[in-house]
C-alpha cells in the first residue's frame, strides 16, 4: 500500500519568513495530493492541492510543488504570521483507492511574532 | 446543514466494554469516511462507504471494529471488546462522490478514551 513520508515533524519560524514541509510517497498510482491544516483540538482543514498532471499551484501566500518522477511534493508558505501556527498534513490518493487517502504524520509549524 | 458532525465529542470507556460513535455528513454527500487519529500522528484510515456499501473496509484493524450506513446518510462506527490501544480521537469525513478529487470534510471528531 502507499507510505506517505513528512518533514520536518516540527518547524519554528520568525513572523514574515518562507516555511517548507516535504513529503515523499511511495505508489506511483497515486494522483492527488491535498494538504490540510489542524489547529489545536480542531479537524482537519483542506488548504490547498495539487493534481498529478500539474507540477505547481499557488493560492496567495501558499503553493504546493509535485516532482512525480522523485515521488515528492512539497508545501510552501510564505510571509508566515502568527495564525499559521498550526499542524500540517500532506496526503496522497489514487483512483484505484478512490476514497482512501494516506496522510503523513504531520508538522508542526510555529510561527514567533 | 452546517458541517459534519459527529457525538459524543468525548468517550471514555472500560477494557472491555462495547461502543458506539456516530457520524453525520454533510446532506447529499454520497462518500463518508472513517479515520483513527493518534496522538502525533496523521489520520490512518479505518473504511468508508459509497452509499450504504463498505467500500473498502482495509483499514479496520481487526474484527472488533465495524462500521455500517444503513441509510446511505448517517454512519456508526463500532468497537467491541475495547482495548487500551484503541484510545484515539475518530474523525469522520464526508465527500460529494468517492474519489481523490472529491474534497473530504472532516468532522470535529470522538476522543475515546479506554482505561
Known amino acids: 500500500g502507499e507510505n506517505v513520508e513528512q518533514h520536518p515533524s516540527t518547524l519554528s519560524v520568525q513572523e514574515g519568513d518562507s516555511a517548507v514541509i516535504k513529503c515523499t510517497y511511495s505508489?506511483?498510482?497515486?494522483?492527488?495530493f491535498p494538504w490540510y491544516k489542524q489547529e489545536l483540538g480542531k479537524r482537519p482543514q483542506l488548504i490547498i492541492d495539487?493534481?498529478?498532471?500539474?507540477g505547481e499551484k499557488k493560492d496567495q501566500r501558499i503553493a504546493v510543488t509535485l516532482n512525480k518522477t522523485a515521488k515528492h511534493f512539497s508545501l510552501h508558505i510564505t510571509e508566515t504570521q502568527p495564525e499559521d501556527s498550526a499542524v500540517y498534513f500532506c496526503?496522497?490518493?489514487?483512483?484505484?483507492?478512490?476514497?482512501?487517502?494516506?496522510f503523513g504524520d504531520g508538522t508542526t509549524l510555529t510561527v514567533k511574532p | 446543514g452546517a458541517g459534519v458532525s459527529q457525538t459524543p465529542s468525548n468517550k471514555v470507556t472500560e477494557k472491555g466494554k462495547y461502543v458506539e460513535l456516530r457520524c453525520d455528513p454533510i446532506?447529499?454527500?454520497?462518500?463518508l469516511y472513517w479515520y483513527r487519529q493518534s496522538l502525533g500522528q496523521g489520520p490512518e484510515f479505518l473504511i468508508y462507504?459509497?452509499?450504504?456499501?463498505?467500500?473498502?473496509d482495509s483499514g479496520l484493524p481487526n474484527d472488533r471494529f465495524f462500521a455500517v450506513r444503513p441509510e446511505g446518510s448517517v454512519s456508526t462506527l463500532k468497537i467491541q471488546r475495547t482495548e487500551r490501544g484503541d484510545s484515539a480521537v475518530y474523525l469522520c469525513?464526508?465527500?460529494?462522490?468517492?474519489?481523490?478529487?472529491?474534497?473530504?470534510?472532516f468532522g470535529p471528531g470522538t476522543r475515546l478514551t479506554v482505561l
Open positions: 469525513a464526508s465527500s460529494l462522490l468517492a474519489g481523490p478529487e472529491n474534497e473530504q470534510f
Open positions: 505508489d506511483s498510482a497515486s494522483n492527488y
Open positions: 495539487i493534481r498529478s498532471n500539474v
Open positions: 496526503a496522497a490518493s489514487s483512483n484505484t483507492n478512490a476514497g482512501k487517502s494516506t
Open positions: 446532506s447529499g454527500h454520497t462518500a
Open positions: 462507504f459509497q452509499g450504504t456499501g463498505a467500500a473498502d
